[in-house]
């Protein structure tokens, strides 16, 4: 804007004339002199920025310019654009899941508040923590903006351009092993110093450290009067500072740490949201709290968000802050977030976009696609349709009960195919086996095996969900057992062929190293053979073992013997049973679960009446021999790899 503009502006028609002249003559020289390691847009152009650097120096023009140029090389410096291009991120979703600072709320004159808890967990002031500050008081000007756009800030009679916010700062945690640096105060007090001078209205603060207090009361007789009255402490005592803080608030509006009811926790995903694409400046985390439909016990505020065409809420910016994604390199957190996003709009079903816009479905589908966004999201949707029309009739809230089906009991009674147990990378173990006849029944072996990788995920999930220090359990271990191993107990062709394409195709990245527990010398020798001709990541991921004193080394440093199954050389004694894998529950849960942790949990009280666990015992006490097997399918030439390794299993 031209300094002319400057001056005419109805936004600083209250000043005074020379006031008026300081401004256009600041604006004069900013557009006069421009320096390139100055980033000067929405700064120089700002009639009320110019304003207040001007007020910060009482309006030494030579000072205000000084300033207001030191904030311009210090945004280009600092990154200042990142904040709104989205190319942050990364970074504000790490600090924001703290919960340490965000705005929520006005005070009675239409200021936002903008809460600070520098007691909490994982605050400082590296550079990802100054950033996320920048973003919080950038998102509180953006509020208090919109608020004297639209007359709902009350601008006292002697400063109509003072457009400020609120700083609520909560010290609790704040004990003398955790006071903060002196190099933290100052990076903190400089941002808002010399970077946003006139922006802060009043701070109040409570459970303030006794040290606080008594400096703050020592250093205000050095303190001008003004700057005096913006920091208020609040009484300890809870109805005191309930009353305290009502004066300036509706207590609706405050949290309960500030006197106020508003008990409604903070959701760091939802601050960030983006808000159907509209942007999150000029909203507090209250409104973003309606716009969700979180708050569905307020039929007003649904009713309020369906008026004006916003849609349910897509929780799926929680999946930038998952402790998985930041541990990845940028490159690769850029394409999973790229993927969550297409998947909020290319899923239909609310169910599909539960189940996998998740940070561990999201990576593996990457991952087995090369990190190839388009072919993982595509991969993902042809997933979604296959799960619709086989997971579906599993009928899994009945499974997740103990309630399986007579088939799913008669092909966990085989004992081929189970979840047990975990290694020492916390990897749950799949035990694959081959001692007993197969039932030759292609779809109920494959409902089965779905029934398990259904298992699987849920205990991945949970891992992922409660992830131990240095351990990343985001895959399972497999452990395919050979002993007693004869040709008639192999599965069909055709049923190995399509469980092998369920793996790949709909189970992706699940499975991670395979160990072949002294396989037949032609499987090894065809290995040697084939291995070659495979990708150098599959190669890696499976290991032969045909000695002891390999298989010794692996159970050292791998697996834990006193939780190995005696059939592989281990020490637990306890014998699988499909009754307890089915039915037994782990604090009122089967999903999540695996074997050694249901034959570990109290038995519950039985039920009077016979119902699932008598099935089992009569399909296991019956033995495999009675199991009808179909006619075996004819197999013709040897087409492909499955069929090469299957016709060496006869």
Known sequence: MPNGGVAASPLIAALQEPQKAAVSELARRLASCKDASEEGTNLYDDPLALVRYLRARNWDLDKGEVLIRKTARWRQEFGYSSIFDGSSVEELAKESQLGNMYVRGYDKTGRPALYFKPGGAGFNAEPAGVKYLVYCVERAIACVEKQARTGRLALPPHDPVGRKFVLLVDCDGLGMGSLLTGSIVRDLIGVMQDHYPERLGVAFFVNAPFLLHSFFTAASTFLDPVTIAKFQFVPDDGEERMQAMCQHFDPACLEPGFGGEDDEPFRSHIFLNVNQGKGVFGLEYAEQLRLSGLLNDEEADEEAVHSTGSTDYMEFLHVYRHWRVLNLPPTERTLVRGLAKRLAFSLTRQEDKEFFIEAPALIQYLRSKNWDVSKAEAAVCATAQWRQENVSCLYLPDAKSGRCSAAIVRECALGHFYIRGFDRRQRPIVYVKFRNPDSGQHQETLNYVIYVLERLLAVLQKSSEQPEDGVDSGCATVLVDFTGYESSNRPRLCTLRAALHIFQDHYPEVFGDVYFYHPPQKISCFWRFVGPFLDQRVRD??????????????????????????????????????????????????????????????????????????????????????????????????????????????
Do not use: C, M, Y
């Open 541 to 650: 991921k499976v290991i032969f073992v045909t000695s002891t004193t390999h298989w010794r080394q692996l159970v050292n440093t791998i697996f834990r013997a006193d939780r190995l199954e005696r059939s592989v050389g281990g020490e637990n004694h306890a014998v699988f049973s499909s009754k307890i894998f089915l039915s037994k529950k782990v604090g009122g849960f089967i999903w999540g679960t695996e074997f050694d942790a249901q034959a570990s949990a109290p038995d519950t009280i039985p039920r009077a009446r016979v119902s699932f666990s008598n099935i089992v015992q009569q399909v296991e006490e019956s033995g495999a021999s009675t199991l009808v097997h179909e006619p075996a399918e004819p197999e013709g030439p040897l087409t492909n790899l499955v069929g090469t390794i299957s016709w060496l299993f006869t």
